[in-house]
């Protein structure tokens, strides 16, 4: 089995940015563990603050792998484009936030990624990208 995450901008700060948010783990670190804890599982991960590059590698892995996890960050909630992208290819995604965007500022509470996700799993930190690639088992 094939997973790509797929996380948007800013989410390379992880660790740094807004520990009382995000906690103080860096996305690198937990998907070293991601990979131990799924050893049957081809993991793989991309970072890009640029929409268009995170369009690109929906893209080019949508009609390839079994799944794909995507937080999309703030782009979830400002980008038509990728909502497109994750409807246009054939492999399921999971859209995941560490935070539970409902408690957040209410620009946080509407999705162009959910219409065409899978599912949705939020709130649960970095614990949801476990339960995203569960989603896939």
Not at 24 to 48: G, H
Not at 107 to 131: C, E, N, T, W
């Amino acid at each position: 089995m094939k997973i790509i995450i797929i996380n948007g901008p800013n989410l390379n700060l992880l660790g740094k940015r807004e520990p009382e948010v995000y906690g103080n783990q860096t996305f690198e670190d937990y998907f070293s563990k991601l990979q131990f804890r799924f050893k049957e599982v081809q993991l793989e991960y991309f970072q890009s603050n640029i929409e268009g590059e995170l369009i690109g590698k929906i893209q080019e892995v949508g009609f390839s792998y079994d799944g794909i996890v995507l937080n999309a960050a703030s782009y979830t909630h400002t980008s038509v484009g990728i909502g497109d992208a994750v409807k246009a290819v054939g492999t399921p995604v999971v859209e995941v936030h560490i935070s539970n965007t409902h408690k957040r500022e209410d620009f946080r509470h509407v999705s162009y990624i959910s219409p065409g996700a899978k599912g949705v799993i939020l709130g649960f930190g970095m614990q949801s990208y476990d339960l995203a690639v569960q989603s896939f088992l």
